[in-house]
């Protein structure tokens, strides 16, 4: 009795690292292609400006599916949507602020002048790994190009597939989804940081454009909103 309860214990541990074994062989590398991801957002350059600070949002929901994304960022009576298609590379965008509501859609030549407009950056790819909401990311460093002490720690995952997820912003080098990024948007700072993820059911008609409010040019709409963020300071 003794030798057989011996003899299933050495088989059960032989059969458990077995087990082990072939997990370990059979990792496949994560593939998501919908979802949302929340981030939070500070604004490390206006956290003397108490008034400023308090009114801007700290979060922002993104949206993703079949190679579009959906940002929205909502705080009280403001809700700002950039719309993106990395497909055919489209982009457009959505503004209210109490009963105040523009949209606009991106011209061939509005989408090209807001790609010259970006700040400029050289990226360095490190060996630098780690997690985030879940995912595994690889770290880069930007640095500016007419400022060398601005440099900028980006985070990144390929387990996110959307190609081509980075043509609307400075940091088309990084061939991966950002988690972790800063950006320059009105005179101000904005750091964006993946907190959380869910991979959700994402509705096509999430990516429709909005037709509420007033329809205005690209150029009057980042005069609209960089007046609003200058009333602030």
Known sequence: MLKNSKAMKYHFAVALLLLLVIAGCSNEPRVVTQG???YAIDYPNHKDNFFLYSILPKEMEVNFKDG???????KANLIN???VDCNDKSFSAYFKYGDEAVNV????TDVNSMLVDQRKYTIKMTNEKDTMAGFNV???IATSVTDP??????WYTNEIQ???SNWYNPFKEINGF???YSIDRYGIRMDFKAKGFEEVEINNDQFSPHTDGVSIPYGDYNKKLDGLFQSFE
């Open 138 to 140: 690889k770290k880069a």
């Open 68 to 74: 579009k994304i959906q940002s929205v960022i909502k």
């Open 178 to 180: 950002l988690l972790a």
């Open 162 to 164: 959307v190609k081509n």
């Open 36 to 38: 949302k991801i929340i």
């Open 105 to 108: 859609t991106l011209t061939e």
């Open 149 to 154: 002490s601005d440099k900028i720690e980006l």
């Open 81 to 83: 949507e950039l719309l």
